[in-house]
């Protein structure tokens, strides 16, 4: 009766099992980047959805009463507002979607920090910001931003200074 030797498989396969890890990897890496571009897919369909919303609302006041959160807004300005948070949520989007990085983000919402009705609007929803998870981007932005509405309440030189970390 032979007696099988369970080295003698192993010896070989090591070729093989090389190109089949080598293969796995490369399996593991293309699913990696699919799932990151379907979550991209989806950042951008859940942005378009609410785009869609924001128009429909900025066409119609009783729908863009039936969306704002913040009370005794005239019709103008509750629209102002609405038109200013899709601006907002569409730089932050850019953001995740890699179009642009950190350093860029703080100067698209630094310009923005200049406009009257973005500082309004930033006013009116601090409340709202500091309910969000700390490390999540919309707080980490939102603290960028909170800086840079400080500097220019202080007369700061605020296009030259403010928050570059992320």
């Not at 890699?98 to 919402?109: R, V």
Request: hydrophobic share 45%; aromatic share 6%; charged share 25%.
């Amino acid at each position: 009766m032979a007696t099988e030797n369970p080295d003698a498989r192993r010896i070989g396969s090591a070729p093989e099992a090389g190109t089949q890890d080598e293969v796995l990897g490369n399996i593991l890496r293309q699913l990696a980047a699919l799932t990151d571009e379907i979550h991209k897919a989806n950042l951008i369909q859940l942005h378009r959805i609410m785009a869609d919303q924001t128009g429909r609302a900025l066409s119609d006041p009783a729908l863009a009463e039936a969306m704002s959160t913040l009370p005794g807004l005239s019709e103008s300005r509750r629209r102002q507002v609405l038109f200013v948070n899709a601006q907002y949520s569409a730089i932050l989007l850019h953001h995740r979607l890699g179009a642009f990085d950190w350093e860029e983000l703080i100067g698209y919402l630094r310009v923005w920090c200049s406009n009257a009705v973005f500082q309004d609007y930033w006013d009116m929803t601090g409340d709202a910001r500091r309910a969000l998870a700390r490390e999540s981007l919309e707080a980490r932005a939102g603290r960028a931003v909170d800086e840079m509405m400080e500097e220019i309440a202080s007369g700061r030189e605020w296009w030259v200074v403010g928050s570059s970390g992320e």
